[in-house]
Antibody, heavy 120, light 110 residues
Framework: QVQLQESGPGLVKPSGTLSLTCAVS?????????WSWVRQPPGKGLEWIGE???????NYNPSLKSRVTISVDKSNNHFSLKLSSVTAADTAVYYC?????????????WGQGTTVTVSS | QSVLTQPPSASGTPGQRVTISCSGS????????VFWYQQLPGTAPKLLIY???QRPSGVPDRFSGSKSGTSASLAISGLRSEDEADYYC???????????FGGGTKLTVL
């Protein structure tokens, strides 16, 4: 049973870089799945940030692309998110998720989410 | 403003059938498969429907999806109090070259 767990600072200063890691347990990050980051601002809907395949291929939300980097660490079985030049608008719950080939790359496993607040 | 349009709210009484719509365009729903997610209060989203109509193992058959042209729908029959949640449609957008979510529909069970 694959499980995902986000970790990282809960508070980031404006203009700083948000860095989160998603640890994958119960399965290999090198399987035939993509791995995604999704965020949800307080009281608002879901926003897709981007996705990565273990081979390094990635896709990003065009509205965030200039500030986002998603990477994979196969040796530690985790993937990471970096979002630069953050503002208060980046305050949100950040989720990592698995996009499984068996469900047409639907996000079938999610982390519990981690709250990140951008504030000085 | 999402490229996928959902009604902000929907409601029904226990036992009723409720339908939630998701409207898009030829670059997203019209050319790609649709997913539906359920988000219970305070929890992570859960995959309800993939490939327009398919249910993952464990999802009750009370939940069903459909797609026609550039629109999709999620139907919930035999409504239960535990179905009270936010529901999101999602798909790939060829123009944006990325995944998109609808704005979400808050379902209230009266």
């Amino acid at each position: 049973q694959v499980q995902l767990q986000e970790s990282g600072p809960g508070l980031v200063k404006p203009s700083g870089t948000l860095s989160l890691t998603c640890a994958v347990s119960g399965g290999s990050i090198s399987s035939s799945n993509w791995w995604s980051w999704v965020r949800q601002p307080p009281g608002k809907g879901l926003e897709w940030i981007g996705e990565i395949f273990h081979g390094g291929s990635s896709n990003y939300n065009p509205s965030l692309k200039s500030r986002v980097t998603i990477s994979v660490d196969k040796s530690n079985n985790h993937f990471s998110l970096k979002l630069s030049s953050v503002t208060a608008a980046d305050t949100a719950v950040y989720y990592c998720a698995r996009e499984t080939a068996t469900a047409d790359y639907g996000m079938d496993v999610w982390g519990q989410g981690t709250t990140v607040t951008v504030s000085s | 403003q999402s490229v996928l349009t959902q009604p902000p709210s929907a409601s029904g009484t226990p036992g009723q059938r409720v339908t939630i719509s998701c409207s898009g365009s030829s670059s997203n729903i019209g050319n790609n498969n649709v997913f539906w997610y359920q988000q219970l209060p305070g929890t992570a989203p859960k995959l309800l429907i993939y490939k327009n109509i398919q249910r993952p193992s464990g999802v009750p058959d009370r939940f069903s999806g459909s797609k026609s042209g550039t629109s999709a729908s999620l139907a919930i029959s035999g409504l239960r109090s535990e179905d009270e949640a936010d529901y999101y449609c999602a798909t790939w957008d060829d123009s944006l070259r990325g995944r998109v979510f609808g704005g979400g529909t808050k379902l209230t069970v009266l």
